[in-house]
Every structure is written in structure tokens, then in C-alpha cells.
């Protein structure tokens, strides 16, 4: 059963900007932290970009740091990765997903593991 709906995935050109977003269906985010992940073909899902409950700590991956930017709405249910200055080897089918493992953490996690709930994953592709 899927929690989440992601959009705003496409093709685009290196260098050029997307904007991801995930809302959660049946289930409200406020307690949750959020994690965006990626998974290229042949490759494992890893993390990009995590988010806690109140926004107090976010996390980016190495390759990532500088031009992706992670952020919520609780009231609206809604997480969104903006992804600028876009790379070929950022392209992959994105999934976002919200960590049942604890609640009101204080950090978040970049680890697949304790993420229970997640989306169908939306494509994206950076390619000239």
C-alpha cells in the first residue's frame, strides 16, 4: 500500500532544474522525518536528502550538497526536493518516504532501513 504520491519528475538537460514533490495519502506527516531517495538501474536505492518533523535538521548526501534543497509543509502534508544544477548521474526514479522507525526524531536518517512508508517513485532523467 503506497503512502505517498510523488510528482514533478520529467527529462531534462544538464544543468537544468526540477521540483519534486510528495504528498502523503492517508496518514498525516507531522510526526515523521522525510527522506528523499534514488535509484539508478543496477545501482541500490540511496538516500539523498532527509528532513525531521520540525525542520530543525536536514540532511544532504555528498554528491548532492549545494543543489538540492529539502523542505516541508506539514499543513499541506507535503514534502518537496528542489533539484538545481542538475547532473547526468542524477538521474533516476526518486522516491520519497517518512521514517516509522521513530518518531519526532532528532536527526534523521539517510539509511533505507528504517524508512516504512513510501511512494511509487517518480523518474527523473538528466540527459542532453
Known amino acids: 500500500q503506497l503512502a505517498f504520491v510523488e510528482s514533478g519528475g520529467g527529462l531534462v538537460q544538464p544543468g537544468g532544474s526540477l521540483r519534486l514533490s510528495c504528498t502523503s495519502s492517508g496518514f498525516t506527516l507531522d510526526y515523521y522525518s522525510i527522506g528523499w531517495f534514488r535509484q539508478a538501474p543496477g545501482k541500490e536505492r540511496e538516500g539523498v536528502a532527509c528532513?525531521?518533523?520540525?525542520?530543525?535538521?536536514?540532511y544532504y548526501a555528498d554528491s548532492v550538497k549545494g543543489r538540492f534543497t529539502i523542505s516541508r509543509d506539514n499543513a499541506e502534508n507535503t514534502v518537496t526536493l528542489q533539484m538545481n544544477d542538475l547532473k547526468t548521474e542524477d538521474t533516476g526514479v526518486y522516491y520519497c518516504?517518512?521514517?516509522?522507525?521513530?518518531?519526532?526524531?532528532?536527526?534523521?536518517?539517510?539509511?533505507?532501513?528504517?524508512?516504512?512508508?513510501w511512494g511509487q517513485g517518480t523518474q527523473v532523467t538528466v540527459s542532453s
Open positions: 528532513i525531521t518533523d520540525n525542520e530543525a535538521n536536514t
Open positions: 518516504a517518512a521514517d516509522t522507525s521513530v518518531l519526532w526524531a532528532r536527526m534523521c536518517s539517510h539509511e533505507v532501513k528504517p524508512y516504512g512508508y
